[in-house]
């Protein structure tokens, strides 16, 4: 007895139904995702390590109180607005547009009361600006 052989069929993997099935699982976890947002940012400013503070024979130095306050080489500005403060600003500059303008701004002060010591000192021609900032250890003997 003679039996028949069978060709053989290679087994083949139908690759559509298991795209479909990641595309939805995908689709599901995109839409059950949450994105978190970072709307409240907790910052403690300003502390820097860095090395000796240099001494600046011209420097201009403006602090910022936490209030919104101006001062330009101690003594108090007038007003809280850019063009009295660049006013202040060209008086204090005996070296003309040399002098280094220094920020000495509160931890609490407001971003726009900094920012307006920024723009000016732009208007009054100064372009070398620094920022004043406390050691670690000076805040933590605070």
């Known amino acids: ?7 053989r069929e290679e087994p083949e993997i ?15 976890l995109m839409l ?13 400013l300003p502390v820097a390590d860095a090395d000796a503070q240099r001494d600046y024979p011209r420097e201009v130095i403006v602090g910022v109180a936490n209030d919104g306050r101006y001062t330009v080489n101690r003594v108090p500005v007038g007003g809280r607005n850019a063009e009295q403060l660049a006013a202040a600003l060209s008086d204090a500059a005996k070296a003309g547009k040399d002098s280094v ?6 931890a609490a002060a407001p971003h726009q009361a900094v920012i307006t010591v ?3 000192a732009r208007r009054s021609g100064l372009q070398q600006i620094t920022f004043a900032a406390q050691s670690s250890a000076q805040a933590d003997a605070r």
Do not use: G
């Open 118 to 120: 920024l723009e000016a």
């Open 32 to 44: 059950s995702t949450t994105y978190s947002k970072f709307t409240e940012l907790q910052l403690r």
């Open 101 to 106: 303008v220094i920020v000495s701004a509160d």
């Open 1 to 7: 007895m003679k039996f028949r052989t069978r060709s």
């Open 14 to 28: 139908n690759l559509i139904p298991f795209i479909d099935v990641l595309l939805v699982v995908l689709i599901f």
